[in-house]
């Protein structure tokens, strides 16, 4: 007689029981996945269509603004063609001023100076360093700290 009765599972059962239970678990987290990234994904959609609408009607409001602006000119007594001259010539000092003040801020963006300055001198120590100079007289240069 057998001590391992014909009911218990042998340890290669036991190891494709796991293998079954471990890859249909994984399955069931990648359609989790799948349905929580797509609900996500519809909602981004939905706001980013949202903020696409609100853009759209702010141009048009903007747009009617100008033109009420223009209408209002010539009901202060301007010819209507003055009075949309003058309403476009704002609009383009103020697209010149944004140009102008653009450029400045362009101008004023540098690139990591501080960072490409400390960069050379590492370079320059450790090539000083495997020329055989001691290194205790060589000293790296700390990230961040200028000199």
């Known amino acids: 007689m057998s001590m391992n009765g014909d009911d218990e599972p042998t340890v290669g ?4 029981n796991v293998s079954k239970e471990l890859s249909s678990l994984i399955r069931s ?3 989790l996945a799948k349905t929580e990234l797509k ?5 981004a959609g939905t706001g980013a269509g949202m903020f696409a609408a609100a853009a759209f009607l702010a141009l048009l409001a903007v747009i009617l603004l100008c ?4 209408y209002g000119l010539v009901a202060a007594g301007l010819h209507p063609a003055i009075a949309f001259l003058i309403v476009a010539g704002a609009f383009l000092l103020i697209g010149a001023v ?3 003040i653009g450029i400045r801020a362009l101008k004023s963006a540098k ?7 400390t960069s050379k001198e ?3 120590a450790l090539k000083a360093i495997g020329k055989g100079h001691d290194d205790t007289t060589v000293a790296l240069p700390e990230p961040g700290v200028r000199r």
Do not use: D, H, W, Y
């Open 111 to 117: 690139g990591p100076t501080r960072t490409i300055e």
């Open 39 to 43: 609900k996500t994904a519809v909602a």
């Open 13 to 16: 059962q036991l190891v494709a």
């Open 122 to 124: 590492s370079v320059e």
């Open 67 to 70: 033109i009420s602006a223009a």
């Open 98 to 100: 944004l140009v102008f």
């Open 29 to 31: 987290e990648v359609e």
